[in-house]
């Protein structure tokens, strides 16, 4: 009796070894590949700012290159905590921390801020800027920009967006500005017009941060730089550095 079941287990084993394989067969093909979501620090880095004059509606960041993010890097550099340095050609800012770090941010360039090279101060700081075009962008683009030669007002789709730093020489305003952009898909390209451009959240951010007279240095012929980006990073969570 025990020989006869042994023979039938052992005869329908192959059936049982085809069944079980075509189970796990068809785990594999019915299985969803998991998608990854943008990660939580960088979603509420560029989240919503109800708080602000004109509301600011979060960022989409699904579509950005992660290195141009802000984040805390390492940065070489002879110049001391609190300094901003420009690298145009790589579309960084770089917020100097001293002790071989900086805050990072990802910048776009316009003609103008490709036209202006050394050393400057924030002469004036101000939130949610009036924007008026330069005769230059007037004639440059005067579809585009003459009905606002007497000005726009401040407001989401304000070219300067949120805040606006202006850069001073030897007292004079040299038309080269820091801000926000209503075109976050801008950051990291050159484009047609404007100075250096950050992504709203990051203009803020970086507002906080530098006081009038912070020295600037604008950099134009960096090489390539490729580092890592550092997950860490995002600092965007925590209280403005004392500088």
Same mark, same amino acid.
């Given at each position: 009796?025990?020989? &006869?079941?042994?023979?039938?287990?052992?005869?329908? #084993?192959?059936?049982?070894?085809?069944?079980?394989?075509?189970?796990?067969?068809?785990?594999?093909?019915?299985?969803?590949?998991?998608?990854?979501?943008?990660?939580?620090?960088? $979603?509420?880095?560029?989240?919503?700012?109800? =708080? =602000?004059?004109?509301?600011?509606? +979060?960022?989409?960041?699904?579509?950005?290159?992660?290195?141009?993010?802000?984040?805390?890097?390492?940065?070489?550099?002879?110049?001391?905590?609190? *300094?901003?340095?420009?690298? *145009?050609?790589?579309?960084?800012?770089?917020? $100097?921390?001293?002790?071989?770090?900086?805050?990072?941010? /990802?910048?776009? $360039?316009?003609?103008?801020?490709?036209?202006? =090279?050394? /050393?400057?101060?924030?002469?004036?700081?101000?939130?949610?800027?009036?924007? @008026? !075009? *330069?005769?230059?962008?007037?004639?440059?683009? !005067?579809?585009?920009?003459?009905?606002?030669?007497?000005?726009? =007002?401040?407001?989401? @789709?304000?070219?300067?967006?949120?805040?606006?730093?202006?850069?001073?020489?030897?007292?004079?305003?040299?038309?080269? #500005?820091?801000?926000?952009?209503?075109?976050?898909? &801008?950051?990291?390209?050159? %484009?047609? &017009?404007?100075?250096?451009?950050?992504?709203?959240?990051?203009?803020?951010?970086?507002?906080?941060? $530098?006081? @009038?007279? &912070?020295? %600037?240095?604008?950099?134009?012929?960096?090489?390539?730089?490729?580092?890592?980006?550092?997950?860490?990073?995002?600092?965007?969570?925590?209280?403005?550095? +004392?500088?």
């Amino acid at each position: 009796m025990c020989v &006869s079941r042994a023979r039938a287990f052992a005869a329908l #084993r192959p059936f049982a070894l085809l069944a079980l394989a075509a189970t796990l067969a068809s785990c594999a093909t019915t299985a969803k590949p998991v998608k990854k979501g943008p990660d939580p620090i960088h $979603v509420a880095m560029y989240g919503p700012h109800p =708080e =602000e004059r004109f509301p600011l509606p +979060a960022m989409d960041i699904s579509k950005v290159n992660p290195k141009y993010f802000r984040q805390l890097v390492a940065y070489q550099t002879a110049e001391p905590a609190g *300094t901003i340095v420009i690298d *145009t050609q790589n579309r960084f800012l770089y917020l $100097v921390q001293g002790e071989g770090m900086a805050m990072r941010y /990802g910048i776009g $360039v316009g003609k103008a801020g490709l036209e202006f =090279e050394g /050393g400057a101060r924030i002469g004036r700081k101000a939130e949610w800027p009036r924007w @008026t !075009p *330069t005769q230059n962008m007037i004639e440059r683009e !005067p579809e585009r920009n003459l009905k606002w030669a007497g000005g726009m =007002e401040p407001g989401l @789709t304000n070219p300067l967006g949120p805040r606006a730093l202006y850069l001073h020489k030897d007292g004079k305003d040299t038309l080269f #500005r820091i801000h926000g952009t209503s075109e976050p898909w &801008s950051i990291g390209k050159a %484009v047609s &017009s404007g100075c250096i451009r950050l992504f709203n959240q990051d203009i803020i951010d970086l507002y906080g941060r $530098v006081p @009038t007279g &912070s020295r %600037v240095v604008v950099l134009q012929h960096q090489a390539p730089v490729d580092q890592p980006v550092p997950m860490a990073a995002a600092d965007g969570l925590t209280p403005p550095a +004392a500088i």
